[in-house]
């Protein structure tokens, strides 16, 4: 959604610079249409770019490469965790949960207690603070991405709403400019 509304945001900053654009012409036609002199001076100033107008320095909108690497890592996460969980796994996965409990090395092997059901309690407990650790993590990447999504959003609207003020001082001159006429 914070993508979607970046993208809506960078339309709106184009959709405002067309416009300046667009009043300038009409600013150059109104000095024409005023006085013999406002033309001359149109005919030599140099004309305005026709072709898209420029940006004023706005960059093109990319979403935040830290959003799109936090995103993707928690869309590989959540199925790495889906596949895990017992309540989220498929039905004809016949893998046993305790099974991961063989496969422990002997040095970790080492560090759990020698009871057997104990073992398989601290290995279960170890798995799932491995999962939440994961899951953390997800959560701050998706939390700072999300965060300097927001700031990059934040410096965009500075720069609309300064253009909108321009603008709007700009139309209304040039309203009055069409009213003396």
């Known amino acids: 959604e914070l993508v979607r509304q970046g993208e809506a945001l960078k339309r709106t900053e ?3 610079d067309k416009m300046d654009q667009d009043l300038k012409t009409s600013q ?3 000095n024409s249409i005023k006085s013999v002199w406002g033309g001359l001076v149109n005919y030599f100033k140099a004309k305005p770019p026709e072709s898209k107008p420029e940006q004023n320095g706005t960059p093109d909108y990319y979403a935040n490469s830290r959003l799109k690497e936090a ?3 928690s869309k590989e996460q959540e199925s790495k965790y889906q596949e895990s969980h017992p309540n989220l796994r498929k039905l004809d996965n016949s893998e046993n949960y305790f099974s991961k409990a063989d ?3 002997s040095v970790q092997r080492d560090s759990y207690p020698k009871n057997e059901h104990l073992r398989v309690y601290h290995q279960k407990i170890d798995n799932n ?7 953390l993590s997800r959560l ?3 939390a700072l991405g ?3 999504e927001i700031d990059q959003q934040d410096d965009m609207l500075d720069r ?3 253009k909108v003020e321009t603008l709007d001082i700009n139309i209304k001159s040039t309203d009055k400019k069409v009213r003396q006429l």
């Not at 603070?129 to 994961?134: I, N, P």
């Open 14 to 16: 184009q959709m405002v």
């Open 28 to 30: 150059r036609h109104i």
């Open 71 to 73: 995103m993707m890592s």
């Open 103 to 105: 496969l422990v090395s």
């Open 129 to 135: 603070l491995d999962e939440m650790s994961s899951g």
């Open 140 to 142: 701050k990447n998706l």
């Open 146 to 148: 999300l965060q300097t």
């Open 160 to 162: 609309l709403t300064k």
